[in-house]
């Protein structure tokens, strides 16, 4: 299995609701990623994840919570959102240490609506 | 701070043609490079990583090469078809601790 697959694909919320974004691969990455894309930009580093552990937080609002339950896991919880959280949210996977060995594995994203 | 620069035109090529993108950055060189594809509502594909201590990189139609004199990495499309026309992103390590970067990325339209 060589994808990182994520749900929903589509999610609209209300400002007040609570909602999770999933994310899993099986491809046996220690490092797990979320990253932010608004139309027309490039993708935005929001979390890394290294062996489980939360190593990177690039001072993201806490509406927004990772989650790495295991090492084939990784959730975004969300709470309260604005409507300019709206935007593509991508869940990526690799090897811990990419510079020797290749690249990030992204899934096809879930397209957050804040309405 | 670092700062990753892609021409943000779009490239209009004639099928057949060689693209050429360019990716240039601003501070200290990074450990790796790495270029990606997107298409529209999807997420980046890994294409190939190239390291600081490597000239030149191919991939069947493609070659990437990364000059840290000049602070830059070129791509190549060679051949190209219709089916090559994307959004070409660039990324860096920032430092470590898999701090992954994305420049803006530059799109390439293969004209029949």
């Given amino acids: 299995d060589t994808e990182v697959t994520q749900t929903p694909k589509h999610l609209v919320m209300g400002m007040t609701n609570k909602k999770s974004l999933k994310c899993e691969q099986h491809m046996g990455h220690r490092a797990m990623y979320w990253y ?24 993201v609002p806490s509406r927004f919570s990772p989650e790495c339950p295991n090492s084939s896991l990784l959730n ?3 709470h309260a959102l604005q409507p300019e959280d709206s935007a593509l949210y991508l869940c990526a996977s690799s090897q811990v240490l ?16 804040v309405v | 701070s670092q700062k990753i620069e892609q021409n943000s035109e779009a490239l209009n090529i ?15 060189s990074p450990a ?24 030149e990189k191919r991939k069947e139609r493609l070659k990437v090469t990364f000059d ?11 051949a ?18 898999n701090r992954l970067a ?11």
């Fill in chain 1, 98 to 113: 990419t510079g020797g060995v290749g690249g990030y594995t992204f899934g096809s994203g879930t397209r957050l609506t």
């Fill in chain 2, 80 to 97: 190209s078809q219709p089916a090559d026309s994307a959004t070409y992103l660039c990324a860096l390590d920032m430092g470590g601790n």
């Fill in chain 2, 68 to 78: 840290t004199t000049l602070k830059q990495s070129l791509f190549h499309i060679t």
């Fill in chain 2, 32 to 55: 790796y490079l790495q270029w990606y594809r997107q298409d529209p509502g999807r997420g980046p594909v890994f294409l190939l990583l190239i390291r600081e201590n490597e000239k």
């Fill in chain 1, 76 to 78: 975004l919880h969300l």
């Fill in chain 2, 14 to 28: 004639q099928e057949g043609k060689t693209a050429t993108l360019t990716c240039n950055y601003t501070n200290y």
């Fill in chain 2, 102 to 112: 994305f420049g803006k990325g530059n799109q390439v339209v293969v004209i029949p």
């Fill in chain 1, 36 to 59: 932010k894309q608004k139309a027309k930009k490039p993708p935005e580093l929001m979390f890394v994840y290294s062996y489980e552990k939360l190593s990177i937080n690039e001072s």
